[in-house]
């Protein structure tokens, strides 16, 4: 189902008749703007996601290879 182009234009022009067409300008530049800080946010959020795995990833690289080195390191002593 959901809305066709019938129905959203008389809620559009129901938001015309009730805010004017200067306020709904107002309106939607603002909204326009929250999206974009949104969608900013998102991408932010996964960008910091992806460093903390690679992070993570890479200490546990390293913790592998010093267990590798320790028993190396202990095979050769006995």
């Known amino acids: 189902m959901g809305i ?3 129905e959203l234009l008389i809620i559009l022009l ?3 008749v009730l ?3 200067k306020k709904l300008r107002n309106v939607g530049s603002d909204l326009g703007a929250a999206v974009r800080g949104f969608k900013k946010a998102v991408n932010d959020g996964d960008e910091e996601q992806t460093k903390q ?3 993570l990833t890479g200490q546990d690289a390293d913790f592998k290879e010093r267990d590798q080195a320790a028993r190396t390191e202990s095979k ?3």
């Open 53 to 55: 795995i690679n992070d």
């Open 76 to 78: 050769s002593s006995v």
């Open 14 to 16: 129901i938001a015309l």
């Open 19 to 21: 805010f004017g067409a």
């Open 4 to 6: 066709g182009l019938r």
